[in-house]
């Protein structure tokens, strides 16, 4: 069956050092890949999508890289701050009529 | 503030009450979505509607029933819930026809309690 796994339930890092989440993937051929952040009590929030034939995206901060070798996909934030603590998403879609595949997330702290 | 809006924020009910979760979008998506949260769960797709016609019912208990008044709106009528039911209601939005690879865009949620 379909398996995402992301890296670690939970991440401490120290402020100003670059956050690296993972997402792996098993039994899936996603044409797509997804990361979105969550804030207790709130929705997802869409940050990047990146597509199969893409290696890397950047947005401000932030850097997804999408390895199909692999089945693994890397989230960086450079030079974090405490406002980056968040839980982190990743999400998989497949081409044709399937809908988005959520990862358990990485509860992500940045410490001051 | 998000640009897809849920309402009520809380709902507290009991297994024989009848109630109805409501969204509301007007960034002109033409998909919405229904997902159920559980504490540190990642969201799981309850329904999907494209075009105000739902394509994807996830196996969905008959106790949950969608609507899609028309491409703003969409509710999520309840009716003789589970305590298990309990949880975080979500809904999303997104351009496309809710099968292609765009970004979804979520609602704050409906936080659920079945008494």
């Known amino acids: 069956s379909q398996k995402i796994e992301q890296n670690s339930e939970a991440l401490n890092i120290q402020e100003g050092k670059t956050a690296t989440l993972t997402c792996n993937y098993t039994n899936y051929s996603p044409a797509y890949l997804q990361w979105y952040r969550q804030d207790p009590g709130r929705g997802p929030v869409f940050l990047l999508l990146i597509r199969e034939n893409e290696k890397e995206k950047r947005k401000e901060r932030l850097k997804v890289t999408f390895d199909t070798t692999l089945k693994q996909s890397l989230f960086h934030i450079t030079a974090s701050q405490p406002a980056d603590s968040a839980t982190y998403l990743c999400?998989?879609?497949?081409?044709?009529?399937?809908?988005?595949?959520f990862g358990k997330g990485t509860r992500l702290s940045v410490i001051a | 503030d998000t640009e897809v809006t849920q309402t009520p924020k809380h709902l507290v009910m009991g297994m024989t009450n009848k109630k109805s979760l409501k969204c509301e979008q007007h960034?002109?998506?033409?998909?919405m979505y229904w997902y159920k949260q559980k504490a540190k769960k990642p969201p799981e797709l309850m329904f999907v509607y494209s075009y105000e016609k739902l394509s994807i019912n996830e196996s969905v208990p008959s106790r949950f029933s969608p609507e899609c008044p028309n491409s703003s709106l969409l509710n999520l009528h309840l009716h003789a819930l589970q305590p298990e039911d309990s949880a975080l209601y979500l809904c999303?939005?997104?351009?496309?026809?809710?099968?292609?690879?765009?970004?979804?865009?979520f609602g704050d949620g409906t936080r659920l309690s079945i008494l």
């Open positions: 999303a939005s997104s351009q496309g026809d809710g099968i292609s690879n765009q970004p979804q865009h």
């Open positions: 960034m002109g998506h033409r998909a």
């Open positions: 999400a998989l879609g497949a081409s044709g009529n399937t809908p988005l595949v």
